[in-house]
C-alpha cells in the first residue's frame, strides 16, 4: 500500500509538471502577440558566459523597431540569407532539414544551416543558445505554438528584434545604433547587408571592419538577394 501511494504521488507531480510544461509556452506566445518581450533568456545566458569568464560584457538595451518602419531592403537580405521560405511554410522547411541532414552526414559533421527564421526567433526569445536535445525539443514546440498563434509578419518582427546580432547587441535597431551610430532607417545598403551578413556568427564577425570571411559573406547575401525577389505584399503597409 505505501508504494502504491507513493507511486501515485510521484505519478501525480509528474502530471502537474508535464500539464505546466504544456501550458507555459503557449501562454508565453500568447503574450509577445500583444506584448514587446523587453529582454530574453538568451540575454540572460550571455551576461552569465561572461560571468564565468571573468570578462566585461555590455549589454544594451532593445531598440524596438515596428515591422512597418524597417526598411524592406534589411528584411529581404536577411530574408534571402537566412529563410527564403519562410513565408511558406509552417514554421519547419523539412526539404532543407533533408538537404543539411544529407550534406551533415556526407562530410561526417553535425546537421547545421536548417533553422528557419521561426527556429531562430524561439530560441532567441524564450530560450537560449546550446546544441542540447532538450533545448531543440523545446524550439520545435515554440516553433509550433509561434505559427499557429502568431501571425508571419509578427514573427518576424519579434526576430527582427531580439536576433544576436553582436555581443551584447540584439535586434536592428541596437545594432544599427551600436555598430553604425544611426538609426535603422538611416543605414546605407552595404550596411545593410553587413549586418544580415554577420548572423551566422554575431559574436565573433563585425559589420564594421568585415574580414575576409564576412566579406565573403556579405558578396552571398548580395547573390542571393539579386536572385531571389522579396514577396512585399507580405508586410504592412508603411
Known amino acids: ?14 502530471l502537474i ?12 506566445v500568447m503574450l509577445t502577440k500583444l506584448w514587446n518581450p523587453p529582454t530574453s533568456p538568451m540575454q540572460f545566458q550571455r551576461k552569465v558566459e561572461a560571468w564565468r569568464k571573468g570578462s566585461e560584457w555590455e549589454q544594451h538595451p532593445i531598440e524596438w523597431v515596428k515591422l512597418k518602419d524597417t526598411p524592406p531592403q534589411l528584411i529581404h537580405f536577411i530574408w534571402a540569407s537566412e529563410d527564403q521560405a519562410f513565408f511558406q511554410h509552417g514554421g519547419f522547411d523539412l526539404p532543407q532539414l533533408r538537404k543539411a ?33 532538450i533545448r531543440k525539443g523545446l524550439e520545435a514546440y515554440y516553433t509550433f505554438w509561434m505559427e499557429l498563434l502568431l501571425s508571419k509578419q509578427r514573427i518576424l518582427e519579434l526576430y527582427l528584434n531580439h536576433i544576436e546580432m553582436g555581443p551584447g547587441i540584439y535586434g536592428i535597431g541596437a545594432a544599427a545604433e551600436q555598430h553604425f551610430g544611426k538609426p535603422v532607417g538611416q543605414l546605407s545598403r552595404s550596411q545593410m547587408m553587413a549586418l544580415a551578413a554577420i548572423l551566422p556568427n554575431p559574436l ?17 547575401v548580395e547573390r542571393l538577394s539579386s536572385r531571389a525577389p522579396f514577396p512585399t505584399k507580405e508586410l504592412p503597409e508603411r
Open 1 to 14: 500500500m505505501a508504494a502504491k501511494s507513493r507511486f501515485r504521488r510521484f505519478a501525480k507531480i509528474f
Open 17 to 28: 509538471i508535464a500539464l505546466v510544461a504544456a501550458i507555459v509556452p503557449p501562454a508565453q
Open 101 to 133: 541532414m544529407n550534406e551533415a552526414k556526407a562530410k561526417g559533421k553535425e546537421v547545421t544551416g536548417a533553422s528557419t527564421i521561426t527556429m531562430q526567433c524561439a530560441r532567441s526569445v524564450f530560450l537560449w543558445q546550446g546544441r542540447s536535445y
Open 204 to 220: 565573433n564577425w563585425s559589420p564594421v571592419k568585415p574580414d575576409a570571411k564576412v566579406q565573403k559573406k556579405i558578396r552571398r
